[in-house]
């Protein structure tokens, strides 16, 4: 079956320390795009790509960096930088502009 | 700059009642597209439905309904006869279609925490 997976779906993490979520789709959508989920935020658009190596910058991205290399895959890595690391994070990809966005079921990063 | 606020924070009901979450959004483009998810506590997001622009018909499926008004930048989600499942935060969202129609990112509302009584 088509769809995105995310792993692990549990991440903890040490202060200081950078760590790589990961996000796979075999949806053959060109779009990807992550986002950050707190408690009473909604989704926040960390970074997106809309084709092999290349992304931009979403609304939250300090502290963060992606890559692009291959269709299929775009991982996202937390870096020390990154102030309160602690979140809900959630990938997606799409196709066709507004046609439908596919969600993966996400990770729960916790940083002590 | 698009923009979704979704100014309910959290509603709670009894079963059976019916409830409407209200949904306001900003945009500059003519061609953008609304969307209605659900996150259940397992966290994922559960898909609604999606509406162009050009689409100002209301829908109902099921005990959903949406009323999507123009007019006043509304995209309005509607439960009738509410029920226990129904219990999980609920993301309105945008996408905006752009000059060149290439992929948009999508821009939610706050969500709004809704639970439901037995």
């Known amino acids: 079956d088509g769809g995105i997976t995310q792993s692990p779906k549990y991440l903890f993490r040490k202060e200081g320390q950078n760590v790589t979520l990961s996000c796979e789709q075999n949806?053959?959508?060109?779009?990807m795009y992550w986002y950050r989920q707190d408690p009473g935020q909604g989704l926040r658009l960390i970074y997106y790509?809309?084709?092999?190596?290349?992304?931009q910058k979403g609304d939250i991205a300090e502290g963060y960096s992606v890559s692009r290399e291959k269709k299929e895959s775009f991982p996202l890595t937390v870096t020390s930088a990154q102030k309160n690391p602690t979140a809900f994070y959630l990938c997606?990809?799409?196709?066709?502009?507004?046609?439908?966005?596919?969600f993966g079921s996400g990770t729960r990063l916790t940083v002590v | 700059a698009q923009k979704v606020t979704q100014a309910q924070t959290e509603i709670s009901v009894v079963e059976k009642e019916d409830v409407t979450l209200d949904c306001v959004y900003e945009?500059?483009?003519?061609?953008?597209?609304l969307f209605w998810y659900k996150q259940p506590p397992s966290g994922e997001l559960v898909f609604l439905i999606r509406?162009?622009?050009?689409?100002?018909q209301n829908e109902i499926s099921g005990r959903y309904s949406w009323n999507f008004q123009k007019s006043t930048s509304s995209f309005n989600f509607t439960i009738t006869a509410s029920q226990v499942v129904d219990s999980a935060v609920y993301f309105c969202?945008?996408?905006?279609?752009?000059?060149?129609?290439?992929?948009?990112?999508?821009?939610f509302g706050k969500g709004i925490t809704l639970s439901v009584r037995p």
């Open positions: 997606a990809s799409s196709t066709t502009v507004g046609y439908g966005y596919t």
């Open positions: 949806l053959n959508h060109d779009a």
């Open positions: 790509s809309q084709i092999v190596n290349d992304f």
């Open positions: 945009t500059r483009d003519t061609t953008y597209y």
């Open positions: 509406r162009n622009s050009f689409d100002e």
């Open positions: 969202a945008l996408s905006e279609a752009g000059a060149t129609g290439a992929n948009s990112k999508l821009t």
